[in-house]
């Protein structure tokens, strides 16, 4: 008798758990949903941001309100999620400089298990562009003058631990060239110095610097990821220039605090996988050079983890620190 009741208790409570489960998924969300940007307004990742807010409020039949927080690098923002109460009313969107920072920053926060992922958003490459004054018009011929002439070459960032430079400084251990890094303050400015010669190499964004290819201005050598970008399939990957296993890519993500309920992050992640297929929400990373990329929170989790460890790597080998000036 003990035992039917025992075996009937634990019935009971297989039955509420799926109960309250099922609650969970039919409730969620019953108010507005915050979605931190932890960048200035206007940038790469609020773009995309705003992008997911607006198709996601239609599909929760709530506001989700985009919040920017920009500061140190996205860690004022990402601080702030990290200690919002995990509820899934505050959420996150990251860039691929995530990945870097706790080996550039001293965190509040643990990248990996600081946060419950969600599902990756995007990736797109940089384009690897030259004036069109250099003596070499290919990546192949540009990484073999770079080895005949060490130091000879300029690259130009956004800013020192940036994803371009740490795109460049990997390029750079791989290739076994050396390049001189002349960081600036943001990524315009560094473009003019770039087609007027004053630098001479720049991992740039496709949507900055396909334009200036396209009119002649700059060169267009290669894509830093490991398959070519259907935005430009004519150039070809660093890894078929010469370089073998580069690869290297611009990210979003949606994270959610730590604690988050198991079933609210699988709402979550089924509403924007599904969004993410839309037809015009391709488009609209298309036209920035971006790939979609919807998968499972455990695919995400692996590639953070991924990503934490190549670049914590690199920036101890090349003693990457954030000292020092820029443009």
């Known amino acids: 008798m003990t035992s039917q009741r025992l075996f009937a208790g634990v019935l009971l409570g297989l039955a509420l758990f799926a109960a309250a489960a099922a609650h969970a998924q039919r409730s969620y969300p019953q108010r507005p949903i915050r979605l931190v940007v932890p960048f200035a307004p206007g940038g790469g990742t609020d773009i995309s941001g705003r992008t997911i807010a607006a198709k996601l409020s239609g599909r929760l039949n709530q506001h989700v309100i985009v919040d920017n927080r920009p500061g140190a690098g996205g860690n004022i923002g990402i601080e702030l999620v990290a200690k919002a109460v995990p509820d899934g009313y505050t959420l996150l969107i ?24 969600i599902t990756q ?44 430079h740490l795109a460049v400084e990997l390029f750079k251990a791989r290739a076994g060239v050396d390049l001189v890094h002349v960081p600036y303050r943001g990524g315009a400015s560094n473009l003019a110095d770039l087609v007027s010669n004053q630098v001479q190499l720049d991992f740039g964004t496709i ?17 830093t990821t490991s398959v070519r970008s259907p935005a430009v399939p004519d150039v070809p990957t660093l890894a078929e220039s010469g370089v073998p296993g580069y690869s290297v890519s611009g990210w979003n993500a949606i994270l959610a605090p730590a604690g988050t309920p198991r079933e609210v992050v699988e709402v979550l992640n ?7 297929q839309l037809p015009d929400v391709k488009e609209r990373y298309a036209t920035d050079g971006s790939m979609v990329v919807a998968g499972t929170p455990q695919q995400l989790a692996q590639h953070i ?23």
């Open 207 to 223: 949507i900055s610097t396909l334009p200036l290819a396209r009119s002649g201005q700059l060169r267009a050598l290669a894509v």
């Open 121 to 164: 958003i995007s990736q797109q490459p940089f384009l690897v562009v030259t004036n069109s004054t250099v003596p070499f018009r290919s990546a192949k011929e540009m990484i073999a003058y770079a080895k005949t002439n060490p130091g000879k070459l300029n690259y130009s960032s956004a800013g020192i631990g940036g994803s371009q």
């Open 305 to 327: 983890r991924q990503e934490v460890a190549k670049w914590a790597k690199l920036i101890k080998e090349r003693n990457i620190r954030l000292e020092s000036s820029a443009r």
């Open 270 to 276: 089924r509403e924007i996988v599904a969004l993410l």
């Open 94 to 117: 990251v860039s691929s400089g995530y990945g870097a920072n706790p080996s550039l920053y001293k965190l509040s926060y643990d990248p990996v298990t600081g946060f419950e992922p």
